[in-house]
């Protein structure tokens, strides 16, 4: 991965390197995929993450074919569906095919689905898909600690990443310790709290916004960058997008990283891992 003179890269426990802040797809139209992602790269974002479930992925790899971008200075991630989970090398196949790329730099099982327990098995095909090239790196999304240790214990590669729903309110102390402590990255999906709840209101993160002359979105993706997760807060604006890009001109105080950190109150905006099946 040829690093971007804004991202700072995280290299993962295989040794791959990751653009720290990227974008996501997640709810974008698949009509206005190509516009929108096209947009991100010209902004100067590097890293793009969809998933075979948001039925963008055409999109996507359009907007890759005509960016003109060298491929090695792209990391794109894209996600195995649930109904999928024992079937996974199709669905890998698919996906491939449907953004037009010879790998991905990320494939990640999207959630346990922990009633149907078959997340065992579609790793185990991961990582067949893994040790074939096609993708440089594997991990999950959505992974408690208890499917984290069923995973560690019944196969051979340590997922890459733990992609989370991470957010001040809600950040998964547990989950990312058990994680790092095995050397698995954090990814924060819904990093800003999906406007469901008035994060950008907190004094934690007005104040620390005011102090830097920077808007609350960009001091919230700030915290994340500062506290170690990757993260890749999503916009169909170009506007937004290169304000949410704006993040390496300024630094929080450590003051300022504790008192946003103090505003996690278990506050989960979205599914619960185990009621997803």
């Known amino acids: 991965m040829v690093a971007n003179a804004n991202t700072p890269l995280l290299t993962l426990n295989n040794g791959t390197t990751i653009p720290q ?34 039925g963008n992925e055409e999109g996507v790899g359009q907007a890759i074919a005509s960016s003109g971008i060298p491929r090695d200075e792209l ?10 989970q024992t079937d996974a090398e199709a669905a890998f196949d698919e996906s491939l095919g449907k953004l037009g790329l010879d790998y991905v730099d990320l494939y990640l099982i999207h959630w346990p689905t922990p009633q149907k327990d078959t ?26 600690v208890p499917h984290l240790e069923k995973l560690l214990a019944n196969t051979d590669v340590v997922p890459a990443v733990n992609q989370i729903e991470l957010h001040p309110a809600h950040q998964q102390p547990e989950v990312t310790a058990f994680s790092r402590e095995h050397g698995i990255a954090i990814e924060a999906w ?50 937004r997008m290169a304000e949410n890009f704006d993040v390496f001109d300024f ?6 990283v504790a008192a946003i950190s103090s505003l996690e109150r278990e506050g989960r905006v979205s599914a619960h891992p185990d009621e997803v099946n």
Not at 251 to 256: T, Y
């Open 119 to 144: 997340f065992v098995q579609a790793w185990k095909s991961l990582e067949k898909i893994y040790a074939s090239g096609r993708a440089k790196a594997i991990g999950v999304s959505n992974f408690l």
């Open 21 to 54: 802040l990227g974008f996501g797809v997640f709810k974008v139209d698949p009509d206005e995929t190509t516009r929108i992602v096209t947009d991100a790269l010209e902004v100067g974002y590097r890293h793009i993450d969809t998933a075979a479930i948001y």
């Open 75 to 84: 990391f794109i991630t894209t996600k195995l569906w649930n109904d999928r």
């Open 190 to 239: 819904g990093p800003l709290g999906q406007g469901k709840y008035p994060l950008f209101e907190t004094p934690e993160v007005s104040q620390a916004a005011e102090a830097h002359g920077k808007t609350p979105a960009q001091v919230v993706i700030r915290w994340h960058v500062q506290t170690g997760n990757i993260v890749f807060p999503k916009s169909n604006r170009r506007e």
């Open 251 to 256: 630094e929080l105080s450590s003051a300022e």
